[in-house]
Each structure stands twice: as structure tokens, then as C-alpha cells.
T-cell receptor, first 114, second 114 residues
Framework: NAGVTQTPKFRVLKTGQSMTLLCAQD?????MYWYRQDPGMGLRLIHY???????AKGEVPDGYNVSRLKKQNFLLGLESAAPSQTSVYFC?????????????FGPGTRLTVT | DQQVKQNSPSLSVQEGRISILNCDYTNSMFDYFLWYKKYPAEGPTFLISISSIKDKNEDGRFTVFLNKSAKHLSLHIVPSQPGDSAVYFCAASAGRINDYKLSFGAGTTVTVRA
């Protein structure tokens, strides 16, 4: 039981390049989330999904797209990376809504955009 | 506009003593509060939570206190141990309004000295 895994762990991109971050969970969770963490700030929700085939915007969705084609996977895409997207990205999953279900986090992906 | 604030970026405490972490919030709709713990190169893990109908919740060495009138909560760790050295995030949810969004504070780095 691996929990929540993220691929890759580190990535350096040049401005304008694109990439996809993969999140996978093996706990059969319905809800999945993508957060970013920047220095001096808490985790901020980018996009989330409440089930296979569904996605919705969080508080900082601009510049990102997501897809949830399979229940266990949640992909975060950057179509044209910008230096402002340099951050640590965390994926999380939960069995259901926040109350009472705990969110389980992956180890993070450190992305640098030059 | 950060709705959850942890005004102390760091805290150093001697092993065996009490650690007190503070968190303030501005949104009166928040009704569920959580603390997460994060080690380097890992994702946050759930530590303890409290509902707005309570003013205290205890789990072993960890106790969370909630003062709704002051919009303030605190986490007490007694006694502090070296393994408690980590970043602690306070988070809040307005579960009655939406069931997916957690608002996080910026975190407090705790260092437990031997």
C-alpha cells in the first residue's frame, strides 16, 4: 500500500515549456486535490476532483489544467510554464469530504521554472 | 488574503518541555480546524482536529484548544520530543458551505533541542 505517490519528485523547466505532474493513489479515494506551497504561505488549492471524470477549480487555478480519467490518478498540467509557477506541488486524496475524512498527502514535486 | 495565520514562523523548545503553537483565523464561517505535521521531503500528515462545537481535543501528547470568540486556536505538545521537530500547519474548513476546501496557515517550524 503506497498511499499517494507523485511523479516526478523534481523538475526544472524553461519558461514556456509544458509538463504534466502525475498523482496516483491506491486507497480507492473519491476526492483528489492539487495544492501548491510557496515560501511564507500555506498550501493553496489549485484544482480538485470529487470523483472520476470530474474536476473543479480551487483558489489559484490560473495557468493549470487537470484531468481525472481514472479514479486512482489525478494529473496536473502546465501548458506554458512561467517563473511564478516555481513552487512545491502537493497532491492529496480523501475518502470523502473534509469532515470527517482525512486528506492524505503525497511527498511533493519541487518545480523550478527559469 | 490569508484567512488563517500562524504568526510565529519558528519555535525552539527544550526536550521534555511544552511546545505551544498558535493560529488565528478571520473567517467566522470556519467550523472545523486541523493541525498537520510535515517533515522535510515528505507531505503533510494529519495530526489532530477540533470541531467548533468543542473547545478542547486531546490525543496523547497533543492537545488543541479553540477560542471561538477570539478566533484563535493553539496546539500544545507535552512533553516535546526530538521527533516532534517538524513544520506544523494549522488549517481550517467551512464545512457547512463547502466540503472540499482547506485554508492553511504558513506553518511554524518547531525545533526540539536535546
Amino acid at each position: 500500500n503506497a498511499g499517494v505517490t507523485q511523479t516526478p519528485k523534481f523538475r526544472v523547466l524553461k519558461t514556456g515549456q509544458s509538463m504534466t505532474l502525475l498523482c496516483a493513489q491506491d486507497m480507492n479515494h473519491e476526492y483528489m486535490y492539487w495544492y501548491r506551497q510557496d515560501p511564507g504561505m500555506g498550501l493553496r488549492l489549485i484544482h480538485y476532483s470529487v470523483g472520476e471524470g470530474t474536476t473543479a477549480k480551487g483558489e489559484v487555478p490560473d495557468g493549470y489544467n487537470v484531468s481525472r480519467l481514472k479514479k486512482q490518478n489525478f494529473l496536473l498540467g502546465l501548458e506554458s510554464a512561467a517563473p511564478s509557477q516555481t513552487s512545491v506541488y502537493f497532491c492529496a486524496s480523501s475518502l470523502g469530504p473534509i469532515l470527517p475524512y482525512e486528506q492524505y498527502f503525497g511527498p511533493g514535486t519541487r518545480l523550478t521554472v527559469t | 488574503d490569508q484567512q488563517v495565520k500562524q504568526n510565529s514562523p519558528s519555535l525552539s523548545v527544550q526536550e521534555g518541555r511544552i511546545s505551544i503553537l498558535n493560529c488565528d483565523y478571520t473567517n467566522s464561517m470556519f467550523d472545523y480546524f486541523l493541525w498537520y505535521k510535515k517533515y522535510p521531503a515528505e507531505g503533510p500528515t494529519f495530526l489532530i482536529s477540533i470541531s467548533s462545537i468543542k473547545d478542547k481535543n486531546e490525543d496523547g501528547r497533543f492537545t488543541v484548544f479553540l477560542n471561538k470568540s477570539a478566533k484563535h486556536l493553539s496546539l500544545h505538545i507535552v512533553p516535546s520530543q526530538p521527533g516532534d521537530s517538524a513544520v506544523y500547519f494549522c488549517a481550517a474548513s467551512a464545512g457547512r458551505i463547502n466540503d472540499y476546501k482547506l485554508s492553511f496557515g504558513a506553518g511554524t517550524t518547531v525545533t526540539v533541542r536535546a
